[in-house]
C-alpha cells in the first residue's frame, strides 16, 4: 500500500491544497444531475435544452484547458490554480442568479472556463511537486476531490429538493461559490512548482521547496540534479543562467507538430486514455442517471435524488481503495481491472434497461440490477480510468513539456465529454439507454485493448526517469512500449 512509503507531511498538504480545485468540476456533475430535473420544470426548457445546458461546461471548459499550460507556463502553477477558482466562483454566481435559459448559458460558458484550468493544473502542480514513491497516491487526489464533490452536490440535491422550484436549483448551482472562495485563499499557503522554479531560473527558490518536500537535504539535492539535468537536456536552457521570468513556454508546439518517435508515443497514450475516460461516457451516466431510473421505473424525484446518493457514496469509497494502492501495484493492473469491469457492468446495465423497456411492469429484480450495475459501473471508473488518467499523463510527458501537454490532453478529455454529454439523451432516445449502454461496453472493451498494449508502467518512477520509458517496445510478453535508459 502506499503507505508504506512514507508520506512528507507537506507535500500532502500541498497536493491537498491543490487538489482542492477538482471539488469544484465534482459538484457541478454532482448538483447539475439533480438540478436540471428543477430546471427543465422552472424556465420551461425543452430536453435539448438540458443537454447543451449540462454539456456547455464540458465544450467550454475547452478554453481552459487549451489555454492552461500556457497559462501555467507564463505565470506559474500556483497562480493558475487561483485563475481557475476565480473564475468558477464567477460563473456560479451568474448561475445561481440566472432568471432565463441565456444567463444560465452564460454562467456555464465562466464556469466551463474555470473548470478547464483547474483539470489541467491539479495534477501537473502535485506531480512536480511530489517524491517519487508516493505521487501515485498524492497525483490521485484530484479525482478523490472530483469524486467527493459529487457525492456533495448529491448531498446538496437531496437536502434541497423540497425547497421550491424556483428556489432550490438557484441554491444548489450558486453554493458551488463557497468552495471556489476556499480555494483561491488556500493559495496564499502554497509554494510554486520546484520544477517551475528551475525553467525559469530560480533555482535556490527551488531549492527550498524540495527541501521541505523531501525527508533528507541529501534527496533534495539529489532531486535537484536531476530535475536540472532534465531541464538541459529538453534544451529549455541553462537554469542557473537564465534570468528569472525570460522562460515562458515557448517552442513547445513546434515540437508537438513535428515531434520525435518517444514524444507520438507519449502523444498516443496521453491523449489516449483521456479520450477513453471520457468515451466510456461515464461523466454522461453521471449527469443522466436520474433519467436512466425514472426510466427503469423509479418516479418520485427525491428516491431518484436519493439513489444518486447511493452511487455517490460507492464512487468515493473505490476511489479512496485506488489512491492508497496506485503506488503499491502500480498504474496497469488497477487501470486494466477497472476497464475490464466497466465492460463487464456495462453490458450488464444494458440488458437490465432493454428488460425494462419490454416489459409492462417494472420488476424489483431489474430495477435492482440497474442500481447495481451503474454502481458497479461508476465504481470501477473510480478504481481505474478516473484516478490513473490524472496520474499518468502529468508523470509521462517531458518537464519543458508537461504543462502545455496536458493541457492538450485535456482538451480532448473536454471535448469528448461535451461530445457524450450533449448527445447522451439524443441517442438514448433513438437507440434506447439498453443499447446506449451496450455501446458504451464496446469502448470500453476497445479500451481495454489500447491500454494493454499501448501504456506503460510508470510506478516508482522520477519524472526525470520517464523520459526513457518511450524509447523502445518492450520485447517481453506484454509487448508494451517500455524504456531503456537514455545513454
Avoid at 43 to 53: D, F, P
Avoid at 70 to 92: E, H, N, P, Q
Avoid at 256 to 261: A, D, G, H, M
Wanted: contains cysteine; proline residues 4%; glycine residues 10%.
Amino acid at each position: 500500500m502506499a503507505t508504506s512509503a512514507q508520506i512528507n507531511k507537506y507535500a500532502l498538504a500541498c497536493a491537498l491544497l491543490a487538489s482542492t480545485n477538482s471539488i469544484l468540476l465534482g459538484y457541478d456533475i454532482g448538483v447539475m444531475s439533480g438540478a436540471v430535473l428543477f430546471i427543465k420544470d422552472n424556465l420551461k426548457i425543452s430536453s435539448t435544452q438540458v443537454e447543451i445546458i449540462v454539456g456547455s461546461l464540458n465544450v467550454c471548459s475547452l478554453i481552459g484547458s487549451f489555454t492552461s499550460g500556457k497559462t501555467s507556463d507564463w505565470i506559474g502553477r500556483r497562480y493558475t490554480i487561483f485563475l481557475a477558482a476565480v473564475t468558477f466562483f464567477v460563473g456560479a454566481l451568474l448561475m445561481g442568479f440566472a432568471t432565463n435559459f441565456g444567463y444560465l448559458m452564460a454562467g456555464r460558458v465562466v464556469a466551463g472556463i474555470g473548470v478547464g484550468y483547474s483539470l489541467m493544473i491539479a495534477p501537473v502542480y502535485t506531480a512536480e511537486l511530489s517524491p517519487a514513491m508516493t505521487r501515485g497516491l498524492l497525483t490521485s487526489l484530484p479525482e478523490v476531490f472530483i469524486t467527493l464533490g459529487i457525492l456533495s452536490g448529491y448531498v446538496v440535491n437531496y437536502a434541497l429538493s423540497g425547497v421550491p422550484e424556483n428556489i432550490n436549483w438557484r441554491l444548489m448551482v450558486g453554493f458551488a461559490a463557497v468552495p471556489a472562495t476556499g480555494i483561491a485563499g488556500c493559495v496564499l499557503f502554497m509554494p510554486e512548482s520546484p520544477r517551475w522554479l528551475v525553467m525559469k531560473g530560480r533555482v535556490d527558490e527551488a531549492m527550498e521547496v524540495l527541501k521541505k518536500t523531501s525527508d533528507s537535504d541529501d534527496e533534495a539535492h539529489r532531486r535537484l540534479e536531476e530535475i536540472t539535468k532534465a531541464a538541459l537536456d529538453v534544451g529549455t536552457c541553462d537554469p542557473r543562467a537564465t534570468p528569472a521570468g525570460t522562460w515562458r513556454g515557448q517552442g513547445v508546439w513546434k515540437e508537438f507538430l513535428k515531434p520525435s518517435p518517444p514524444l507520438r508515443r507519449v502523444l498516443v497514450a496521453a491523449i489516449g486514455i483521456y479520450f477513453f475516460m471520457q468515451a466510456s461516457g461515464n461523466d454522461a451516466v453521471v449527469y443522466y442517471t436520474p433519467e436512466v431510473f425514472k426510466a427503469a421505473g423509479i418516479q418520485h424525484r427525491k428516491q431518484l435524488v436519493g439513489v444518486t446518493i447511493i452511487m455517490g457514496l460507492s464512487k468515493t469509497f473505490f476511489v479512496l481503495v485506488s489512491a492508497f494502492y496506485l503506488d503499491k501495484f502500480g498504474r496497469r493492473p488497477l487501470l486494466l481491472l477497472g476497464s475490464i469491469s466497466m465492460a463487464i457492468s456495462l453490458a450488464g446495465l444494458g440488458l437490465g434497461s432493454r428488460f425494462l423497456e419490454h416489459s409492462s411492469h417494472k420488476p424489483t429484480w431489474a430495477i435492482a440490477l440497474c442500481v447495481v450495475a451503474v454502481c458497479a459501473d461508476v465504481s470501477f471508473f473510480s478504481i481505474g480510468l478516473g484516478p490513473i488518467t490524472w496520474v499518468y499523463t502529468s508523470e509521462i510527458y517531458p518537464m519543458r513539456l508537461r504543462a502545455q501537454g496536458s493541457s492538450l490532453a485535456v482538451s480532448v478529455n473536454r471535448l469528448v465529454s461535451g461530445v457524450v454529454s450533449m448527445t447522451f439523451l439524443t441517442i438514448s432516445s433513438k437507440i434506447t439507454f439498453g443499447g446506449m449502454f451496450f455501446v458504451l461496453s464496446g469502448v470500453m472493451t476497445v479500451a481495454t485493448v489500447f491500454f494493454y498494449f499501448f501504456l506503460p508502467e510508470t510506478k516508482g518512477k522520477s519524472l526525470e526517469e520517464m523520459g526513457a520509458i518511450f524509447e523502445k517496445k518492450d520485447t517481453e510478453g506484454s509487448k508494451v512500449i517500455e524504456m531503456s535508459e537514455r545513454g
